[in-house]
């Protein structure tokens, strides 16, 4: 089991906020948004409400941090691709009330 340090230097913060395949507008949102230090404490934020509540859809997340569920639906994947967080089952969301997938906390990594 690998251990995980939530510092700003580790795999929570190496990947870039943008695809080489964006336009041009996203890449600049995408520059702002990690010089500002939000993009990093999205993705904590993010990550620490489901390692408290593993099995949420973003959804039930946003709605558990107060915020539109566009943050936890943006930063989930970054998280993802991170190895961080799993995509889980598909159930009802108890926010939306659609079918939804859960995300869960990698089993693999101690935090």
């Avoid at 395949?21 to 990093?40: E, R, Y």
């Avoid at 990550?47 to 946003?62: Q, W």
């Amino acid at each position: 089991m690998s251990r995980i340090q939530l510092s700003s230097r580790g795999p929570l913060f190496n990947l870039p906020p943008s695809r080489n395949s964006d336009p041009d507008t996203s890449v600049q949102a995408a520059q702002k948004l990690k010089q500002s230090g939000s993009w990093a404490g999205q993705k904590r934020r993010v990550f620490e409400a489901l390692r408290r509540n593993p099995g949420l859809t973003s959804a039930e997340i946003a709605n558990l941090m107060g915020g539109d569920r566009y943050i936890p639906s943006r930063r989930l994947p970054d998280l993802e691709r991170a190895g961080l967080v799993k995509r889980g089952r598909i159930r009802l969301c108890q926010v939306t009330k659609s079918q939804c997938i859960t995300w869960w906390p990698n089993p693999d990594i101690e935090y």
